[in-house]
Nanobody, 124 residues
């Protein structure tokens, strides 16, 4: 079992930045690929970014490419999402997730463990 807890969400103006953190407990994090997903009101949960178990391979949704950066510190059992140049359309609840195996994927169905989510609101 892996427990995930997100933090770092909040209210920010358009063009601003936020850094989300996902703290993991229960297992050695390096055995798991991880990802960030988001869900806006009335919409399905969507992939944002993914990172392999070792942190070498990353993948991003086209909508945030060049603005967001995913990273992880396995020594601290923590994953991050640095979000720059935020836009109102980035407003959503952001979730971190972990999947068994080290290969990153954007397929939401592959993820086994989920955090409770953290709200990000970007005002125009």
């Amino acid at each position: 079992q892996v427990q995930l807890v997100e933090s770092g969400g909040g209210l920010v103006q358009a063009g601003g930045s936020l850094r989300l953190s996902c703290a993991a407990s229960g297992r050695t994090l390096s055995s798991y690929a991880m990802g960030w997903f988001r869900q806006a009101p009335g919409k399905e949960r969507e992939f944002v970014a993914g990172i392999s178990g070792g942190g070498v391979i990353t993948d991003y949704a086209d909508s945030i490419k060049g603005r967001f950066t995913i990273s992880r510190d396995n020594g601290k059992n923590t994953m991050y999402l640095q979000m720059n140049s935020l836009k109102p359309e980035d407003t959503a609840v952001y979730y971190c997730a972990a999947k068994s195996g080290r290969a990153a994927t954007s397929d939401i169905r592959k993820y086994d463990y989920w955090g409770q989510g953290t709200q990000v609101t970007v005002s125009s």
